[in-house]
Structure formats: C-alpha cells, structure tokens
C-alpha cells in the first residue's frame, strides 16, 4: 500500500529564514507526490507535484519540493519564509495500485512563522 | 478560476437523522471524491466515484454512507443515520484527468448533536 509520513506535528520559523516540512512516502512502483496548504476553515490547496523529471519542483507562493528517491523523502521548502506562510500543510501520495483514483494525505504539519 | 463550491458550509443534526451534503465540482472534472477531516487533524478518504459509479471507497464509507451524480453539475454525500462521531468537516474535491491534481472545496463542518 502507498502511504506518506510526516515527521513532525509543528514546526516553528523566523520570518525571513528558509522552512522544510518533511515527508517520506512508501510506495510500489513510481511515486505521485502532492504538496497542499490549508488555511484555517478552508480546504486544502494545492501546491505542488512530482511526477517525474526534475528532481526539484516549484510551485505555487515561492514553494518548492525536493524529491529524493534514495531516501524516499519529498520535503517542502522556501528560501524565505512569511508570517502569511503559517498554515497546515499536508502531502500526499497517489496510489497507483488498482483504479489509481485514491490519494492518500499525511497527518499534516502545522508551520508558524514568527514575525 | 474554477472552484470546488459545497453547501451548506455548517450542518447541525440530531444524532439518527439523515443528512445530505452538497457539492458542485469543477464543471469539466471526471473524477470526484468525499474526504472527512476531524479536529483539524487527519484527511481522511471515504470515497472516489468515476464515470458514474463508485471507483474506491474506504472502511469509513460503510452501509450509512452513499454518494450520488444526480445530475450532471451535483455530487452529493448521504449519511443515513447519522452518528455522533460523524462530526468532522467534510470536504469534497475534484480532478480533471490524467495527473491532475484534487481540486478541494473549503467543507461542510458537520455537526451531530
């Protein structure tokens, strides 16, 4: 089965300094990799994807992802992170077993930025 | 841009009642798709429907629940005897095809008292 871990519940910043939001996935076969914000009361955005080619991926509001397959791991990161930034951010992996219809998310991690 | 609408954005029920929540996915999306979220917490997945017909559906998305395309615009969630631990914020997303990515509403909180 595909799943998607994320390592830490919060995460704390400066505002100004770079941020990652770890994940590592598990998957058989070729990962589909997803980045998505939520801001309070509202759904979840997407921000991101990997699904092949470059190993760096840039997104939306300055984010971009790493995909590292030797260590299984798919971080979010920004050179310069915004008090606006604080938000839950979740990945998530596509399984593509079966009808490959089914995406499944992390646990989340919340992301404050400090002005 | 597109997006994702849902209605009602709060539902409160009594515990036993049925509910329907509403959704209007992204108008040229094939795929569509019910997560819940608790607390803030976990996303959690109950169902995917494609071309009509349920594509997945998870342990969750037991007998209570049912999903319907009425229409070719509407997608909706039934609970049929609602639970108190149904209580969670239901979100419906779409996609397009191929890998696109979901689309997500901004949710039903839904209430169950």
């Known amino acids: 089965a595909q799943s998607v871990a994320q390592p830490e519940d919060q995460v704390n910043v400066a505002e100004g300094n770079p941020l990652t939001v770890k994940c590592t996935y598990s998957?058989?076969?070729?990962?589909?990799l997803f980045w998505y914000v939520q801001y309070p009361n509202r759904g979840l955005q997407f921000l991101l994807k990997?699904?092949?080619?470059?190993?760096l991926v840039k997104g939306s509001y300055g984010f971009e992802a790493e995909f590292n397959k030797s260590q299984t791991s798919f971080h979010l990161k920004k050179p310069s992170a915004l008090v606006s930034d604080s938000a839950l951010y979740f990945c998530?992996?596509?399984?593509?077993?079966?009808?490959?219809?089914?995406?499944?998310f992390g646990t989340g991690t919340s992301l404050t930025v400090i002005p | 841009e597109p997006e994702v609408t849902q209605t009602p954005s709060h539902q409160v029920t009594q515990m036993g009642q049925e509910v329907i929540l509403r959704c209007v996915p992204i108008s040229n999306h094939l795929y569509f798709y019910w997560y819940r979220q608790i607390l803030g917490q976990k996303v959690e997945f109950l169902v995917s429907f494609y071309n009509n017909e349920i594509s997945e559906k998870s342990e969750i998305f037991d007998d209570q629940f049912s999903v319907e395309r009425p229409d070719g615009s509407n997608f909706t969630l039934k609970i049929r005897s609602t639970k108190l631990e149904d209580s969670a914020m239901y979100f419906c997303?779409?996609?397009?095809?191929?890998?696109?990515?979901?689309?997500f509403g901004n949710g039903t909180r839904l209430t169950v008292t």
């Open positions: 998957v058989s076969g070729n990962p589909y």
């Open positions: 997303a779409s996609r397009k095809d191929g890998n696109s990515p979901l689309h």
């Open positions: 990997y699904i092949t080619g470059d190993n």
């Open positions: 998530a992996v596509r399984d593509m077993e079966g009808t490959g219809n089914q995406f499944y």
